[in-house]
Each structure stands twice: as structure tokens, then as C-alpha cells.
């Protein structure tokens, strides 16, 4: 059965998800970050399906819970790239590039994972199994040198994040963060570390989402015109990267 707690963590990001939804509305923010708004549905959606098939049957939640992972893994791949397509709106060279990188890595975690799923010893469910939890260990790595990567390149070119943008990578930062720890430690610890995964992990996902319901609710704040790059230093940077991308 469900503890209190865990039942708690388990409806309070849905909630949250609400509002962030009717806000993205309101403020029209649905229309610019398309892939963002969907995920936030799917995670509306996703609990009452989990509630559901955990009160049903064990088996049924076991399968419910890892195909709404694989959804959420492609979600979330989906969300960065629209964040490069955000933050480097300027420089076109440079989004096609990232894109690029991007993808190749994604097409790596997933054979990677197929491979160990092939490799893994058990029956045909371990190894599927093994296969998920390398996509979950894996895609958090990427997330997190993603938007690393994405963070020095906004120093470096005085990229405008824009407030969702930044509230949107700083909450999966945290999360993927968390996450990652809570699952070394797992691996490292074995089943004596289970209640401190079982606890932190959903927590980070929580903290996620009230970051991004503080960003998607909190006013604009318009950068001074001296903040923000010259168009002819955008249009040299994209004519350099143009000739980089010949070679």
C-alpha cells in the first residue's frame, strides 16, 4: 500500500501541473513552448492511469508505469530540443548544428540501451528492464551536459533565455541532478538504499515542477537594449559558423 507520503508527492505534482497549464494558457505561453504544454498534460494524465493500475493489479502497473517512462523519456527529448530552438532562435548555423549533436546522442542512449537489454542475463522482463533503467540512467547524463552546454553557450553569445525558457532548464537540472545521485546510490547501496530513493526521487520531480509553476507564472522582466547582442555581431557569428559548417 501507498504511504501517506508517497500518495501526497504523487498528487501534488499533477496539481501543480494544472496551474501551470492554465497559466501557459492564459499567458499564451502554449502556443510558443507546444512541447512543454503537452508534456505538462501527459503528466495530468499520467497519475490517475498510475493510481488506477497500481489499485488494480500489481502486473498491470508494472507494464502501465514503464510504457508512460518511454513516453516521457521521448517527451523530454523533445522539450530540450525546443529549448535550443528558444534559446538560439539568433543563430540559425548554430541551432541546426546543436540539433544535429543532439539527435546523434539520443540515437547512442538508445542503441546503448538496446544492447543492454540484449546482454542483460534473466527472463525476457529483467532484460527489458535493464534496458529502461539504462535509457533513465543515461537520458538524465545527457540532460544534464545538455543543459550544461546550453547555459555556457548563453553566457558566451548573451543569449535572452526568456523567464519559462530558464525555468524550464533549471527545474530539469534539479531534477535530473537528484534523480541521477539517488540512482548511483541505489546501484552502489543495493535494496538498503530503496526508502531513500523511493523518497528523494519523486521529491525532485516535485521540485521540478514548483520551479517551473514559479517561472510560467512569474512577469517578464524586459532586458535594456544594452543587454542583449548587436544584430551585426548575431549576423557575424552566423556567417562565421555558415563557413565553420563547410569544412
Known sequence: MLS?????????????????AAVMVR???????PVFFAYTLFHVVQ??????????SHALYFYAFWIIQAFDFLLVIAVIQELFGAVLREYEILKRRAHKIYRCAVLILVGVAFGTALLASGTETDRTVAGLLTIDTSSMIIQL????????????????WGQL????????????????????????????????????????????VLVWLFHAAKRERRKPASALPPEADIS????ALEKMSRF
Open 47 to 56: 497519475v490517475p492511469i498510475e493510481l488506477y493500475c497500481y489499485f488494480h
Open 145 to 160: 551536459g545538455v543543459l550544461a552546454t546550453l547555459f555556457v553557450m548563453s553566457r558566451m553569445l548573451v543569449l535572452g
Open 27 to 33: 499567458r499564451k505561453l502554449s502556443a510558443e513552448f
Open 165 to 208: 525558457p530558464f525555468g524550464i532548464a533549471l527545474g530539469f537540472g534539479v531534477m535530473a541532478s537528484v534523480q541521477l545521485a539517488v540512482s548511483i546510490m541505489r546501484s552502489y547501496l543495493g535494496d538498503g538504499s530503496t526508502p531513500g530513493y523511493v523518497l528523494l526521487r519523486p521529491l525532485a520531480y516535485n521540485l521540478a
Open 4 to 20: 501517506t507520503y508517497q500518495l501526497v508527492v504523487w498528487v501534488a505534482a499533477p496539481i501543480m501541473q494544472v496551474l501551470i
Open 236 to 239: 557575424r557569428w552566423n556567417e
